[in-house]
């Protein structure tokens, strides 16, 4: 068997190179008369080292990184193929410190498989979950997700077993499973790796989702910026059709459970559920009054479970190895692994999935590294609706609770630092421009009072005469949109605005006046 | 009917997806990825294929930053000005844009998911990541004849 060289193909490692150095790869081996397979694979997530090159060797698996296409010839002249040395080698990927810290479940296959391939998704465990539940039946399972302790993981970290109850409850109808793939979240991008990377384990996990509850069908609304995973979970799902386990007649059980990719259109208000809801059924996408809940009038008026990929794609694992193995991750209330994804000036940018506990210093430090230039001044987790965190916040650990209780959120885990040339004003008027430019509109509060707070930012980074008055004004502002929006958009606004004011005063009222 | 799309085009899309449920955005995203925008002649038939008004219809239309109701042009750059681009320098990409020639859009986006390599943008549908100013300006260079 010839050597195996992976790179990925995922759309970010590509956007870097990955499919240059791959047809540099070929072409070099061709002249050079020597034979290795090139396989095009998930991305681990460590996108610093990105083209990432992995060679098996004895070792394990070898890598280098990052790799121009103009690299290619030095590095087989160093003995690529064998794991030779080379200034771009990094040696074992596994044992690398930001690798080797964490505890990769639902992420195990990343950079492992070929995404698409339904045999490596087999060999790899895929698969083993959903028969697990068809034998042991619906109840079995939903007492082993409940002993998982598995919190939604698409920022309102709500216990998954109880929503499923509530679908379950309501009597004889239809139902559906919906996966918000909306990912709207900056600085968030592990949904999409998932479903670049791993589109079975999603289908999987919505098949499971879907025995349990009781629906035949299922849609996964991804937001239009993700082309690539919009394709290739369009692609999964023709596979898995084929291959018995979607359809009519899921691995033999004589159960139906179909699946539908529906593109999104550039809103990302549609990433709350019962806007996500209204939209796949063709309306503008306006968030709905609740009660009722989805899980009790969703979709076309009919119960529905709304999961974030993440969450759905939790399942297989959780099914496969029981609920306690993934409890026994984790600390309090908060179980089981989470996926934090690394952005902004960071070293080390990328994907990391680890059991609740790590503190945030460790994430921004020990796996990020620290600033590429200058040092870390502030850490938004959670999205652009998450709060500020300082370097005096490096202790609180990875728990819902623990951030709840600092005025912070974890949200869907996005980690964005930001360096000492940040000027955190502008960040706030970052902030009410998007609440401006994303309202869904339906309360006043957030589709007015996010244009004049943009205003009154605005004002301030002028050199507001008023300056104390105008931020004694903001922080009402963002007061009354807590007390008074329909949803978290205007709801979590104070959030970011009053964090950046308190740590950063100076910023809104120290400004030169003009 | 537009040059792209001819009417015949047209009800053959509606055909192929109003009998699914919810058949509205797939339907316009299916009009759009044919003639790049929803035509006014586009309305009427799709309005009264899905049983909605042509209010309603257009109300969808505007709701969503995708659609567009007027003909593209050339060229589309969309920045990312998201808060993980714009630590990385998001700003000066929007400023070198501005010198774009006249037949290329430019558009803000909040995250392209390529946040661990920013700042992001996405030009004629590639990806682009950990840009500056400089190879903002060679995208037009590129382009010319
Ligand atoms: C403004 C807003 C945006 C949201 N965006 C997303 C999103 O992009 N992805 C997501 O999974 N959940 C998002 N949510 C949360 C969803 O409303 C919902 O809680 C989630 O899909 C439930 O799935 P889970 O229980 O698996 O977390 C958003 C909520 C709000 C208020
Ligand atoms: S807070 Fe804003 S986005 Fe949310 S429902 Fe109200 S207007 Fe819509
Ligand atoms: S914030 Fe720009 S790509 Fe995510």
Redesign the interface.
């Known amino acids: 068997m010839s050597v195996r060289v992976r790179i990925s193909e995922d ?2 490692a ?3 190179g990955a499919d240059d150095v791959a047809r540099a790869l070929a072409a070099a081996l061709a002249v050079r008369g020597l034979t290795a397979d090139i396989v095009r694979v998930s991305a681990r ?1 460590l ?2 080292l ?1 083209p990432l090159l992995e060679v098996d060797t004895d070792a394990g698996s070898f890598g280098y990184g990052p790799v121009t296409d103009a690299d290619i010839d030095s590095l087989l002249d160093a003995g690529l193929l064998q794991g030779g040395a080379h200034p771009l080698a990094l040696g074992p990927v596994d044992a690398l410190p930001f690798l080797a810290r964490q505890q990769r479940l639902v992420f195990a296959r990343a950079g492992l498989i070929r995404p698409l391939s339904l045999d490596d998704y087999l060999e790899s465990g895929g698969y083993a979950g959903l028969k697990r539940v068809l034998e042991t039946g619906e109840d079995a399972f939903i007492a082993e997700l409940e002993a998982s302790g598995l919190r939604g993981r698409g920022g309102a970290a709500f216990p998954a077993h109880i929503k499923w109850q509530g679908v379950r409850a309501q009597g004889d109808t239809e139902r559906f499973v919906v996966c918000n793939a909306d ?7 592990a949904d ?1 790796m998932l479903m670049e990377g791993d589109p079975y384990a999603l289908l999987e996990g919505m098949t499971i989702a879907a025995l349990c509850v009781g629906a035949e069908q299922g849609y996964v609304y991804v937001r ?4 690539h995973a919009i394709e290739k979970l369009k692609q999964a799902v023709a596979h898995a059709e084929a291959a018995g386990f979607l359809g009519e007649d899921i691995a033999g059980s004589g159960r139906a459970f179909r699946v539908e990719v ?7 208000i549609c990433g709350e559920e019962s806007a996500l809801i209204e ?8 968030v709905r009054a609740r009660p009722p809940l989805p899980a009790v009038c969703g979709l ?1 008026g009919k119960p529905t479970l709304v999961h974030n990929v993440l969450s759905l794609a939790s399942l297989p694992v959780i099914a496969r190895d029981g609920g306690a193995a993934f409890y026994h991750f984790g600390r309090e209330r908060s179980r089981g692994t989470l996926a934090l ?5 960071l070293r080390r ?3 990391i999935e680890t059991a609740f506990g790590p503190t945030l210093g460790e994430l921004v430090d020990d796996f990020g590294g620290g600033a590429k230039m200058g040092r870390v001044k502030a850490v ?1 987790v959670g999205g ?1 609706l998450g709060a500020w965190l300082t370097v005096d916040d490096f202790d609180l650990p990875l728990d819902y609770e623990a951030f709840a209780a600092r005025g912070a959120i974890l949200g869907h885990g ?1 980690v ?4 000492e040339a ?1 000027d955190m004003a ?2 706030a008027r ?1 902030a009410f421009t ?1 609440c401006a ?2 309202s869904c509109g339906k309360c006043t509060p957030c589709r007015v009072g996010s244009v004049r707070g943009g205003e009154i930012v605005e004002r301030l980074m002028a050199g507001s005469h008023h300056a104390a008055d105008d931020v004694a004004l903001l922080l009402e502002l963002t007061d009354t949109l807590r007390d008074a929006s329909l949803c978290a958009l205007g709801g979590m606004l104070h959030y970011p605005v009053r964090s950046a004011i308190e740590h950063f005063p100076d910023e809104f009222t120290g400004r030169d006046t003009r | 009917m537009t040059d792209t799309l001819t009417e015949d085009a047209l009800a053959a899309l509606i055909e192929q997806h109003r009998g699914r449920r919810g058949a509205l955005l797939p339907l316009l995203h299916a009009v759009q990825a044919t003639c790049g925008y929803i035509p006014d002649a586009a309305i009427a038939p799709i309005a009264s294929a899905l049983r909605i008004s042509r209010a309603e219809l257009e109300g969808v239309i505007s709701f969503y930053a995708d659609f567009r109701r007027s003909a593209p042009n050339a060229h589309r750059l969309r920045i990312c000005r998201a808060e993980s681009c714009r630590a990385m320098g998001s700003e000066a990409l929007w400023q070198a844009a501005q010198s774009a020639p006249s037949d290329t859009d430019i558009e803000v986006v909040y995250c392209l998911g390529a946040c661990a390599a920013s700042p992001a943008a996405e030009y004629d549908g590639r990806l682009l990541c950990r840009l500056d100013a400089a190879r903002i300006a060679r995208l037009w260079q590129e382009d010319q004849p």
Do not use: H, N
């Open positions: 759309s970010v590509c956007a870097l997530g996108y610093w990105e990912e709207g979240d900056s600085g968030a991008y999409r239009s910026e993700y082309p529906r593109a999104g259109a550039g809103a990302y939209s796949i059924e063709g309306k503008r996408g306006q076309f994804t690394l952005a902004g000036c940018c990328g994907l938004q652009p996005s964005v630092a930001v360096d940040c502008g960040m970052l998007f430019a994303e």
